[in-house]
């Protein structure tokens, strides 16, 4: 359920299932949610809708431990794609804070589901001056840090990813994928 859902439909949910900013909107969460908002300057408040974390319900965020592979199954309206961006995001940030530059695969069935869905969605996590560079021709996605996001349709490809050098995947659909 996004952040704008109204309070009536929040309250209608399990709190369990809610993300950080869809429970403070509930009003027994007032003084905690003044608490929050007190601590951030009105810049942070603005870009409040690009915290991955902060909109993500606990479900959609990843598990502890060193694990090399997340398969996210789940049907629609989970919010899969949304959670991928995000995973997306926090990796790019935390390799930029290392000083590293990933290379990382955004692969999808078809050059729609790639550059509409995929390569919208990590778009969406960011405030426009912040936001990676698509150059749709290129099929590249460019991050300020030196990153790139290659963005390749292989579901009628099969060796579509050789070469890359990949440092991060994000697959998207892979049982739709004909090989």
């Known amino acids: 359920m996004a952040t704008n859902s109204t309070v009536e439909e929040l309250q209608q ?7 950080f900013l869809q429970r403070i909107r509930l009003p027994q ?22 915290d991955y974390r902060l909109n993500a319900r606990p479900k959609q965020l990843p598990k502890d431990g060193d694990w090399i592979f997340w398969l ?30 990933l290379r990382i695969g955004i692969f999808g069935r078809t050059a729609s589901d790639t550059a509409d869905v995929m390569v919208g ?15 749709a021709n290129k099929k590249t996605l460019t991050w300020k840090s030196g990153t ?15 070469g ?3 440092t991060t ?8 994928f004909k090989y």
């Not at 049907?75 to 940030?93: D, H, M, N, S, V």
């Not at 969605?121 to 150059?135: D, G, H, N, V």
């Not at 995947?169 to 739709?176: N, P, Q, Y």
């Open 121 to 135: 969605a990590i778009l969406e996590m960011y405030p426009q001056s912040e936001r990676p560079i698509y150059i």
């Open 72 to 101: 996210v199954y789940a049907g629609r309206g989970f919010g899969k794609t949304y959670l991928a961006a995000g995973w997306i995001k926090e990796q790019e940030a935390l390799a930029t804070k290392e000083g590293k530059k």
């Open 29 to 50: 969460y007032k003084k905690m949610k003044e608490d929050f908002l007190s601590t951030l300057t009105k810049d942070q408040i603005a870009n409040l809708k690009y």
């Open 169 to 176: 995947v994000w697959v998207d659909e892979l049982a739709s």
């Open 13 to 19: 949910l399990p709190e369990e299932s809610l993300s």
């Open 164 to 166: 890359k050098n990949l």
């Open 148 to 162: 790139i996001g290659y963005v390749i349709q292989g579901g009628e490809t099969p060796d579509a990813l050789k």
